[in-house]
């Protein structure tokens, strides 16, 4: 008879905590953005405060049939906070694409064109957009690596420089998370 209690303990156990690990998305960004539960955080997170952030994207990834993690990255910084509290008023985030995260932002037709498949990105970029967060590419990555503002999905923006962008949303009061 004890034999039996040992795996059912352990299935049980196990399940708790399979549950306690998994990960969502939403409320504001649905498909992207997966983050943890963290129950009682000991550092409480200032439900009353403005969260103003860039992030700074200058890699890709390897392959062109994956979404790029560090613009993802914004999903799951909206999605954490709106899940514990923060109003979306509250958030606000802008996206500085650069380097090799360059032909991440563009459309579907001039990905498909340039690397044969549909941007995996896409979809992801315009769910931010239209949660708000600013795109914003420099134009000296547009300019040598060839992707004209007609490549862009509509609502990003090409900026002098990463450079220029970065200090201009610094002076604004956002904080740099360079990924």
């Known amino acids: ?3 039996y209690r040992f795996p059912i303990l352990f299935c049980a156990l196990f399940s708790l ?3 306690s690990q998994e990960k969502k998305a939403g409320p504001i960004i649905e498909n992207y953005g997966e983050v943890f539960v963290v129950e009682n ?3 409480k997170t200032n439900v009353n405060e403005e969260f103003k952030v860039v992030f700074d994207v200058a890699t890709g990834p390897d392959s062109h049939e994956e979404i790029n993690k560090s613009i993802e990255t914004a ?11 923060v109003p979306a008023s509250q958030l606000k985030a802008a996206l500085i694409i650069h380097g090799t ?3 991440n932002i563009v459309t579907n037709e001039a990905h498909k064109k340039r690397f044969g498949v549909d941007n995996p990105n896409a979809n992801m970029l315009q769910s931010l957009m239209d949660a708000g967060v600013e795109v914003i590419l420099c134009g000296q990555s547009s ?7 007609e490549d862009l ?3 990003e923006k ?12 610094q002076n604004d009061g956002y904080r740099l998370m360079k990924l």
């Open 158 to 169: 090409i900026a002098l420089s990463a450079m220029t962008a970065l200090i201009q949303l």
């Open 1 to 3: 008879m004890k034999m």
């Open 75 to 85: 999903a799951r910084f909206l999605n954490m906070h709106a899940q514990n509290g």
């Open 143 to 149: 300019k040598s690596r060839h992707v004209p503002k």
């Open 101 to 103: 995260a360059t032909t």
């Open 153 to 155: 999905i509509p609502g």
């Open 17 to 19: 905590f399979a549950v």
């Open 41 to 43: 955080p000991d550092y």
